[in-house]
């Protein structure tokens, strides 16, 4: 029995140690969560208005204006933007990502998926990880870009203009991101979003045309505004996933940390039993030994 309690004192000292352990983990994902979160609120309506604004203007373009970036073509080659986190203990979210990434290529691009042309770009470690024990079948750029952890919009910059560059080349036909929507800090939502080309927004027949006003031109505005808003809109799609990584991390620390505590209710109730029987058959044996001597 003596073994016995000492195997639960050290189950319920291990028990306590986790438990600090993610309250911990929690308290600082709070902290990055509060950071990240304001980033993200800050940017997301101005990011939301300009890309329904740059919608709604290649939707409407007049005499010989055009840009690449908004020109539709047979979809042959399809690159699929993966944004993940670099570690883990954050509940499913990597994984909801990347099954909502399969669910898009196997709804949208099933005939590209099977000829090879499908192509995926991993930010962040984890949805690399995840593909590259389960499919054989795509292209993959790299094993992921390193800019998750350091997502300063002169770095992302760099990555969403090489990705642009390569649509304007005809490298890819359509540009495709996926990643996690921070709603709340419990709630955090894997998107999937066309990106290249532009999506045009659908004409409503009840709805007045867009009737801007160009200065200088409409060419020379799209040759520098174009390119901006899709930067700052692939930036968005990072920072966002960045706020709900904190947001399911510390909702998964919190989660663990209650479940810690019911384990360390029943351990203690375990040790008090054990302890009470340890105690009740010493005292039967000491009456009993006393009993023997008697008589």
């Not at 290249?196 to 027949?205: A, T």
């Not at 663990?256 to 203690?268: F, P, Q, V």
Request: net charge positive; hydrophobic share 40%; proline share 3%.
């Amino acid at each position: 029995m003596a073994g016995g309690l000492k195997e639960v004192r050290e189950r319920i000292k291990s028990v306590v140690n986790t438990q600090q352990i993610t309250k911990a983990m929690k308290m600082v994902s709070a902290a990055k969560l509060r950071k990240a979160q304001g980033a993200i609120v800050q940017m997301r309506p101005y990011a939301d208005r300009l890309n329904r604004m740059l919608s709604n203007i290649l939707s409407n373009l007049d005499g010989g204006a055009t840009t690449s970036f908004g020109k539709e073509r047979t979809v042959n080659n399809v690159l699929v933007v993966i944004i993940t986190s670099n570690r883990g203990l954050c509940g499913a979210f990597n994984t909801n990502i990347c099954k909502e990434a399969i669910a898009l290529i196997d709804e949208k691009y099933g005939r590209q998926r099977r000829d090879g042309k499908v192509s995926v770009m991993f930010v962040g470690k984890k949805g690399y990880d995840y593909f590259r024990r389960r499919f054989r079948d795509f292209n993959y750029i790299s094993e992921h870009i390193p800019v998750y952890d350091n997502p300063a919009y002169e770095n992302v910059s760099l990555v969403s203009r090489a990705q642009m560059d390569a649509f304007s080349n005809g490298q890819y036909d359509a540009v495709e991101i996926v990643y996690g929507r921070f709603k709340n800090a419990a709630t955090q939502i894997p998107t999937a979003e066309q990106w290249l080309p532009v999506p045009k927004m659908e004409k409503d027949p009840s709805q007045k045309r867009a009737d801007y006003i160009f200065e200088p031109d409409q060419q020379q505005l799209l040759e520098n505004l174009v390119p901006s808003i899709l930067q700052l809109s692939f930036h968005k799609t990072l920072l966002d996933t960045q706020a709900s990584e904190h947001g399911a991390r510390m909702t998964a620390m919190d989660k663990a940390t209650e479940n810690a505590e019911e384990l360390l209710k029943e351990l203690r109730i375990n040790y008090n039993k054990a302890r009470q029987e340890a105690i009740t058959t010493e005292l039967g044996e000491i009456v009993g030994g006393a009993a023997a001597l008697e008589g």
